[in-house]
């Protein structure tokens, strides 16, 4: 978070009246701001941007290279507008009329899925793979890994695409799929645009084939052309086939009716010179000797049917029908109907009534008594269908004598009937005559069918790849990527949940700043021996301000119990505190150094002393305090270890004797420094803080929440902690002075003066 820049308005000069000089002062320091806070961005994640620059260009510039090239040929169609007249023959296809979307619709035929599958059969392009994706082979290695299919399930990828591969498919569909499949990778590389407002158009393609490509590109023209004869020589035998079947209907048509003419004078009569009445005459007195003999037969046919009906219901039944009817089959079976019986009433007499013989012979007679009634019924069938027919053709015969003595009256309307009939007979021959006239000229017309386009240019071979242009795609890429990661930039900016000044840290909460504690080289050792050994590094020099900000907090020198805490471990707390007291000692005041962690003890190895014995057993009356005081052998630095106990710590930080210890040692030394556990991990922060007389709240630069900052800095100040400032560890002082807070630059922008 940046700060506002604050400008102070002359005495003299009312607030809100500003001149026009002012004005553009303004402005100009805003703009000057804008900058310095831009390039104070691009500069503190200069890495993270050109990352993104290097990984966003390097992969363009791979793609780029191994992205095949591509040719581009080109030919120029151009639809007529003028029209050759040879013959005045009304067409049977209209030429096109080449308006706007007339050139539109033929750009959709040729940019149509049917005329692209023309050029694929022409070419064989099935069997090329630039275009069928099944004869290319498989990738290998790392492009092998990029490949989606190879790390990504295949249903996904289905579904991604709404397709399903788990459908069965027959040969001949598969087959049609792969045909799709190249007919649309054929059109990915086609392009077809009218060339302005011209007639032309100009019909391109793609191929990694310079020679393919224009082979593609003059086949598509050459069949557009062909195309179109095709269609018109299609529409000319479609008309000439409708006029064969019409003329062939008509033809016969006007025979029908001439014919018709001439029956009709025939059957009236009307070119006999004995006259009409005579040929009706005639067909009545013929009519009449059919009808009486029709009348006749069907009157015997009921007379026979109704007599052996009768015979076949009577108690001799069948073989009275025979006798009657004299039919061979009935008196065969009547026959074999007696030799049965008699054989049954030898049986009966032979072997009894029971004997198997004897059922055998009785079920033949039954069996052949039932044959016989079926053959009776069907001869009594036979008989009823001689009746029925003799009924209809007594019918028949009556309906035509009928027609015939109604013919008689209609021979006053004869010759109305004779001139309908010639009129029909022809309008019939006229559009017989007219259509087969039609047929010839249209005949005539198929010879001399001209396509409406030409070919103004033929597609040269490319000598050079129309694509990929490698440096527009790595410029691009070079731009996206810049803007990418600058966006990246402004995000982890935003997204930044930690305290970047300690200016930040006093407009939040109000406590003023201690300064900063630059962070120290990677192997330069320990804060606490860094300082003795850099003592003119900018480490050294913010102990020494440190140093300086406390004696100017406590002019009078009472407030001697100095307590340095964090909000969580890890924020640099112990190692801040064994550098101060070193610092401390190695200026000659005395100083003495408690590690109040008795949950994690570091600070004996951070002076390179032992923890035998320390706090634990001062406060536990296993010691007197002068038994554990160890002296740092570099600084003179009295330093009392955390020691070993069982004892919960917050017991004894909390006790009397933790008091008495303090006051006693106030009172011996200048300083007393305390290493605190952090105050929202453990509880024996809180207390003490509230027997420290300053605390020293340090925040870890950039890493610490500002949540986390501000809750810990809340706890010591509700114990009564009396907390003197913020000081901020481990701060990068590059990075820092490209903030623009008023404390940017720090140590950094004057490095010279120190020695790291």
Not at 207 to 214: H, I, L, Q, T, W
Not at 442 to 460: F, H, K, L, T
Request: proline share 5%; hydrophobic share 40%; aromatic share 4%.
């Amino acid at each position: 978070m940046a700060t506002q820049d604050i400008q102070e308005q002359p005495p003299h000069q009312p607030v809100g009246r500003r001149n026009a000089g002012s004005v553009s002062l303004d402005l100009s320091a805003s703009a000057a701001t804008a900058v310095r806070r831009t390039t104070g961005l691009l500069r503190r994640h200069k890495l993270l941007i050109g990352t993104a620059i290097v990984l966003g260009t390097g992969l363009a510039a791979l793609v780029a290279l191994r992205m095949t090239p591509l040719y581009t040929a080109e030919t120029l169609i151009m639809v007529e507008h003028r029209k050759n007249t040879v013959l005045n023959f009304q067409d049977v296809m209209s030429d096109m009329n080449p308006d706007i979307s007339a050139l539109q619709s033929e750009v959709a035929i040729l940019k149509s899925p049917a005329f692209a599958e023309k050029v694929v059969k022409r070419l064989g392009l099935m069997n090329d793979p630039e275009f069928n994706a099944s004869l290319r082979p498989e990738p290998t290695g790392f492009w092998a890994a990029l490949n989606p299919r190879n790390w990504i399930p295949a249903g996904w990828i289905d579904a991604l695409r709404g397709t399903r591969s788990d459908l069965p498919l027959s040969p001949e569909e598969t087959a049609r799929n792969q045909t799709t499949a190249v007919v649309n990778a054929v059109l990915d590389n086609v392009a077809v645009r009218p060339q302005g407002r011209s007639y032309v158009i100009a019909v391109s393609f793609d191929s990694e084939d310079p020679r393919k490509a224009s082979l593609v590109a003059n086949t598509m023209a050459e069949l557009y052309l062909v195309d179109q004869l095709d269609e018109k020589f299609k529409a000319s035998q479609r008309a000439t086939r409708w006029l064969e079947e019409r003329i062939a209907d008509l033809r016969k048509e006007a025979q029908t009716t001439g014919d018709a003419v001439e029956k009709y004078r025939a059957q009236n009569g009307l070119t006999a010179s004995s006259g009409e009445n005579t040929v009706v005459t005639q067909q009545l007195g013929a009519l009449n000797t059919d009808y009486m003999l029709a009348r006749t037969k069907r009157q015997e046919a009921e007379a026979r049917l109704r007599e052996v009906t009768a015979l076949a219901e009577s108690p001799r039944g069948v073989s009275a029908v025979g006798e009657v009817l004299g039919s061979p089959l009935i008196q065969s079976l009547r026959q074999r109907e007696v030799d049965i019986q008699r054989r049954i009433a030898d049986a009966s007499n032979r072997y009894g009534s029971r004997h198997p013989a004897l059922q055998a012979l009785q079920s033949e007679l039954r069996d052949l008594q039932g044959q016989m009634r079926t053959d009776v019924a069907k001869i009594v069938a036979n008989l009823g269908n001689e009746v029925e027919l003799a009924k209809s053709r007594e019918a028949g015969l009556k309906q035509s004598l009928d027609q015939l003595e109604a013919k008689q009256n209609e021979q006053q309307q004869s010759t109305v009937g004779l001139r309908t009939l010639e009129r029909d007979a022809s309008t019939a021959q006229a559009m017989y005559e007219a259509l087969l006239t039609r047929s010839q000229e249209i005949a005539s017309q198929g010879n001399i069918q001209q396509p409406d386009a030409r070919i103004v240019s033929e597609a040269a071979i490319p000598l050079d790849p129309s694509q990929p242009n490698r440096k527009v795609i790595i410029l691009l890429a070079l731009i996206a990527s810049g803007t990418l990661g600058v966006l990246l930039a402004m995000l982890r900016e935003r997204a930044d949940s930690g305290f970047r000044s300690p200016h930040q840290f006093e407009t939040a909460t109000g406590v003023r700043s201690l300064g900063i504690v630059p962070r120290i080289p990677r192997f330069g050792g320990s804060p606490a021996s860094y300082v003795l050994d850099k003592p003119v590094s900018a480490f050294a020099e913010s102990m020494q301000n440190l140093r300086t900000s406390l004696l100017l907090a406590n002019p009078d020198g009472r407030q001697k119990v100095i307590l340095f805490s964090s909000s969580v471990p890890g924020e640099g707390k112990s190692s801040v505190a064994a550098a101060f007291a070193r610092t401390c000692a190695n200026a000659g005041q005395r100083t003495i150094l408690i590690d109040c962690d008795l949950r994690r003890k570091c600070l004996h190895d951070m002076l390179d002393l032992a923890n035998p014995r320390g706090l634990t057993e001062v406060l536990t009356g296993a010691c007197t305090p002068d038994e554990v005081i160890q002296t740092d052998p570099r600084t003179g630095l009295a330093f009392i270890a955390a020691g070993h106990g069982s004892s919960l710590p917050q017991d004894m930080l909390g006790s009397s004797r933790m008091h008495q210890l303090l006051t006693r040692l106030s009172m011996e030394y200048d300083r007393v420094v305390l290493d605190s556990p952090p105050v929202l991990a453990v509880s024996e922060g809180k207390l003490l803080a509230a027997l420290a007389d300053q605390t020293v709240f340090i925040v870890r630069w950039g890493l610490t929440k500002r949540g986390t900052a501000m809750a810990g800095l809340k706890e010591l100040v509700e114990a009564g902690g009396e907390v003197v400032g913020v000081l901020f560890s481990q701060v990068d002082t590059r990075r820092h002075a490209q903030y623009e807070f008023p404390d940017s630059g720090r140590y950094h922008g004057y490095r010279r003066y120190y020695a790291n």
